[in-house]
């Protein structure tokens, strides 16, 4: 077996303890007589599984009682959809703060149902910084702010615990709504600081497939707008996440990965290799004498994500098939940027982080 390093946005790299305990499960669960994907979402297992992920995701991320927690099929997108429909009245106004692609992906999401306001920007530098809370232009009668924790392609983050980081603004009565897609359960989140918190689970909570949407249970009185069962977070809710068939393999593997990062030592560890990684990386980068560049404002510097460029794009493919000699994977920017980024999400340890360092400093003494 060959397994690289993989740095891939995601789908990511998931604990080889994980991808292990599930492969096992495949042809049978526990005395199941059947496979994991074989068995009833209804049944006494499945079930089981499920309020154990919950609980584990509770732990992890110190979610208090008066928040729900629902586990949807689908990814993020399909959230930055329903929170409109769920939160907002018909035309209603909502505040979206652009950090990066995925805040305008939200926006396009929501366009149907609200009254857009794009709040802030920062389309105009490339997405390269975070603009400063102050210069926001929030509106008083918004259903809600929606902001990206982390932009998984642009590199930008939010870092409200870091130093000199950017915070998440104080919105008074207007809840505020994270995409935490690409930074959730990489460092403590104070919840209680917003009204929603989603994220797909396909970079540090396990497969694509399934998203959790962590709401405050008092929002869930909304009367949104006219909308299929389906679609209607109380209802989900209610029927425990299960109005209709869930997903429950990656339900199941998401819960692995929760237990696994609980036995890692939680937010709090996670958080320390996070920094360890990210340091590196970025020191790498910035140490190289121009060869390698991050553009990113260095306070808005996504710990998750690290997008870099080398001086001439047609080096590129030759960065990357060395990389894949050196068992170093899923390093190619996103189209939209180009370039090179790497992710070192929870699973990636920073040995692999080391690894990309060396190889990135070898190909530099050949290429430089
Ligand atoms: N938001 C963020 C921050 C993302 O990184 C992604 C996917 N890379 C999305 C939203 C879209 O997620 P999905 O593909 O699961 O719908």
């Known amino acids: 077996m060959s397994r690289a390093y993989n740095f891939s946005p995601g789908p990511a790299m998931l604990p080889e303890s994980v991808l292990l305990e599930a492969r096992g499960t495949l042809l049978e669960y526990g005395d199941a007589g059947a496979s994991i994907v074989e068995i009833s979402h209804r049944g006494a297992e499945f079930m089981d599984i499920a309020a ?34 769920n939160f907002a009245a018909p035309g209603q106004r909502a505040d979206y703060v652009l950090t990066g692609h995925w805040g305008a992906t939200a926006t396009r999401q929501a366009a149907p149902y609200v009254d857009l306001n794009v709040a802030a920007s920062s389309e105009a530098d490339g997405y390269r910084s975070i603009p400063p809370v102050a210069s926001w232009r929030l509106s008083d009668d918004a259903a809600y702010v929606h902001v990206t924790a982390n932009e998984t392609i642009h590199g930008v983050e939010f870092r409200p ?35 929603a918190i989603y994220a797909g689970a396909q970079k540090n909570l396990g497969p694509v497939g399934i998203g959790v949407v962590i709401v405050r ?8 707008q006219p909308r299929a069962d389906i679609f209607d977070y109380r209802l989900q809710l209610a029927a425990d996440s299960m109005l209709n068939t869930p997903p429950t393999w990656n339900w199941y593997v998401a819960g692995l990965t929760f237990r696994w990062m609980l036995d890692e030592g939680g937010v709090e560890e996670f ?3 996070s920094d360890a990684k990210a340091k590196l990386l970025y020191a790498a980068i910035d140490g190289s004498g121009g ?33 894949r000699e050196a068992g170093l994977i899923g390093l190619k920017g996103h189209r939209v940027t180009g370039g090179m980024r790497a992710s070192i999400y929870n699973p990636m340890p920073l040995a692999g982080v080391q690894a990309l360092v060396d190889y990135m400093q070898e190909f530099k003494r050949r290429h430089g």
Do not use: C, K, W
Not at 57 to 65: F, G, Q, W
């Open 52 to 85: 154990r992920a919950e609980a584990d995701l509770r732990t992890l991320l110190s979610i208090p009682d008066d928040y729900a927690v629902l586990f949807l099929p689908g990814g993020a997108t399909t959230q930055q959809a329903l929170l409109p429909l």
């Open 161 to 195: 615990a870091a130093p000199g980081g950017h915070a998440f603004p104080d919105t008074g009565d207007v809840p505020l709504f994270a995409d935490f897609s690409s930074s959730i359960a990489s460092e403590p989140i104070d919840v209680a600081r917003f009204g």
């Open 217 to 224: 249970r008092d929002l869930l009185e909304r009367a949104g």
């Open 271 to 273: 958080a320390r290799r």
């Open 291 to 323: 060869f390698y560049r991050n553009e990113v404002e260095v306070a808005a510097r996504s710990r998750m994500n690290v997008p870099f460029f080398l001086p001439d794009a047609a080096l590129d493919a030759a960065f990357l098939a060395g990389a």
